[in-house]
């Protein structure tokens, strides 16, 4: 089975610019779930979608959106970019929303200038 | 203010010596998992604990889930240079929902030296 892809892999963009970072799910699983990870740090939870809705979000800003597609693949997009946002994005695909393990993508490393 | 403190941050052993690796909270979760990240890749589900008192072995890996359900730990015993990385331990708070809202611990990079 395919497993959870993320693209682009690298990105550098300017303080004020506007990103979206793409997730394939894996094969099977309806729910995405997308976390940043700063250099040295753990991974913090963004937002989930499931069934094309959010389904829960962190304690993140509302320049951070996202969309979840009828085939599950979904996008996270960040607009007016700070310096901060600099990081490792990662995407998570579930089977469902209840208690199935995530696999994870092997993420966006975005970098803000 | 992390939710969940794992020590140490940052370990470098020889190999073939044994190790620990604490997550700590003052919170209760419903469930804790252990993953394992390598640079430049997401990280990968070790294993999943979740009844308090529970312990998991996956070949030189011990996992335990504390009796309250707030404190897990990570050992290896004879570890080996593959077993290089970032470990994570995660949980969903109780009244959380479901997995994918997980809580990390900010990480212990493991050094395993030939």
């Known amino acids: 089975e395919t497993g959870v892809t993320q693209s682009p892999t690298h990105l550098i963009k300017t303080r004020g610019q506007q990103v979206t970072l793409r997730c394939s799910s894996q094969?099977?699983?309806?729910?995405v779930s997308w976390y940043q990870q700063a250099l040295g740090q753990g991974p913090q939870f963004i937002f989930q979608y499931y069934r094309e809705e959010e389904n829960g979000r962190g304690n993140f800003p509302p320049r951070f959106s996202g969309l979840q597609f009828p085939n599950y693949s979904s996008e996270l997009n960040v607009n007016a970019l700070e310096l901060d946002d600099s990081a490792l994005y990662l995407c998570a695909s579930s089977r469902d929303s209840g208690n199935s393990p995530l696999h994870f993508g092997n993420g966006t490393r975005l970098t803000v200038t | 203010t992390q939710l969940l403190e794992q020590s140490p941050q940052f370990l470098s052993i020889q190999e073939g010596e044994n190790l620990t690796v604490y997550c700590n909270s003052s919170?209760?979760?419903?469930?804790l998992q252990w993953y394992r990240q390598e640079p430049g890749e997401g990280p990968v589900l070790l294993v999943t604990?979740?009844?308090?008192?529970e312990v998991k072995k996956l070949k030189r890996l011990t996992f335990q889930f504390g009796d309250a359900r707030k404190d897990s730990s990570l050992h290896i015993t004879a570890a080996q240079p593959g077993d290089t990385g970032l470990y994570l331990c995660?949980?969903?708070?109780?009244?959380?929902?479901?997995?994918?809202?997980?809580?990390f611990g900010q990480g212990t990079t493991l050094q395993v030296k030939p």
């Open positions: 094969s099977g699983h309806n729910t």
């Open positions: 995660a949980g969903n708070r109780v009244g959380s929902g479901n997995t994918g809202k997980l809580i």
């Open positions: 604990v979740v009844t308090g008192g």
């Open positions: 919170s209760v979760f419903s469930s």
